[in-house]
């Protein structure tokens, strides 16, 4: 039982240097410490977000006039080598728009730089459940990798996309210039910017502590900084093309996988089936028994298998699991407080120093009373961090002096706690 109510709490997520800016226009100067505009002749073009005529023709949103201004790029603190980045449109889909929402494609506009031509970039497209205007806690529900194919300043390179939406959040969509991830690449200036009329909607995330940005957690990343606060203002060209409908007639129901089971997404020989229905039957986790968040009426009750699972929702599931029950009082983390969802669960992980947080006065965290840390309970966990705190809870001290994963060596952070799990057979690669 041990290993299943373990095993699930891993099958619940989705596995998925210094820096500087530059500006080129006769000479270098630095704007911002993490990003870089390289201004250009505006094209001689309009645009305005347009949606289409006919009830089922595809409807696309846009933040640009179809015209750019100025390039945006990232670069290494002595503004010799690309560094990489994040770079995303905030889109909120008007109410006379019906879901569901089909996915159709996005579309980039790219500078005319010739060295762009042949580039891998990534395809990203959140959701933010809260919409409160940040995309640190948004949802990452698409992912492709993509190869840039047109850059000439005029014309939007389609990536085609596929997935539907069925509940009204925030959008927020874009591109990473993966190809800057791993070996050095000249400075480059990739991403067009309308200076035209600034919506304050177009992000740049980037981690510039040590790596390429987290995609699949955007709060893990320590620069995320709208145009206009990296000291700038301007729209990303960067456009959704989605399909909105209202069916005219009753459409076929979509069958569930398994009749009859206790979740209809949960089959039997599913490698999460064992540990879901061990959870369920100990009241750790449970389901939906609605649509949504099930996809369909007939899919209810549903267990949404793939979706992420928050800090705070990980700590519930630990805490049960490991039989912690003792009454708690006081307030470890600023964004915790008494009474609130998985207030008991962090403070009895936190008070034998399970987890820890996040200290006070960065972006969107003031500073309270105490000075007290945040703990960000509705963002997600990375596999070591919920290896950590598993393995802690549990009591698993081994010595762990041998490696298996190649990408895991023993002088790592999260080393010893992801092979305590492996020698138990709890995780695997």
Known sequence: MLR?????????????????????????????????IFRQ?????????????????????RLDDGGYEAVLGRGSANFDTAAPAIWLNHLTIPNNVP???TLSEIRILFPPLNDLIGNEIKILLYVDHD?????????????????IAIAD?????????????????????????????????????????DETQWQGRSWIVANTQCCAPDINNLAANNYRKTIEQAGFGGNLMIRLEVDSYTPTSTPTPVLPRCPGETFTDVCPGDFFYEPVLALNEASIVSGYTSSPPCITAAQVPCFLP?????????????????????PVSGQVFEDVPVGSTFYAYIQRLAGRGFIGGYACGGPGEPCGAGNKPYFRPTTNLTRGQLAKIAAQSFGYSDPTPIQTFEDVPPSSTFHNYIEQLVLREIING
């Not at 001689?44 to 949606?51: A, I, S």
């Open 4 to 36: 299943k109510i373990l095993y699930i709490a891993f099958a619940f997520l989705l596995f998925g240097a210094g820096v500087g800016a530059f500006i080129q226009k006769g000479s270098a100067q630095r704007l911002d410490d993490d990003v870089a």
């Open 41 to 61: 002749a505006r094209a001689d073009t309009e645009g305005k977000t347009t949606q289409a005529q006919s009830p089922d023709a595809p409807l696309e949103f």
């Open 99 to 101: 879901y569901p929402l």
């Open 131 to 147: 919409s409160d205007g940040n995309p640190a806690n948004a949802q990452l529900v698409y992912q492709a990798t993509g190869t």
């Open 153 to 193: 300043g005029g014309t939007f390179q389609a990536f085609p996309i596929s997935g539907v939406l069925y509940t009204r959040e925030d959008i927020y969509v874009g591109w990473e210039d993966k190809w800057a991830d791993g070996e050095q690449h000249p400075l480059q200036s990739v991403a067009a910017l």
């Open 306 to 326: 793939a979706n992420n699972v928050t800090r705070g929702q990980t700590s519930k599931i630990i805490s049960l699991a490991a039989g912690f029950n003792e």
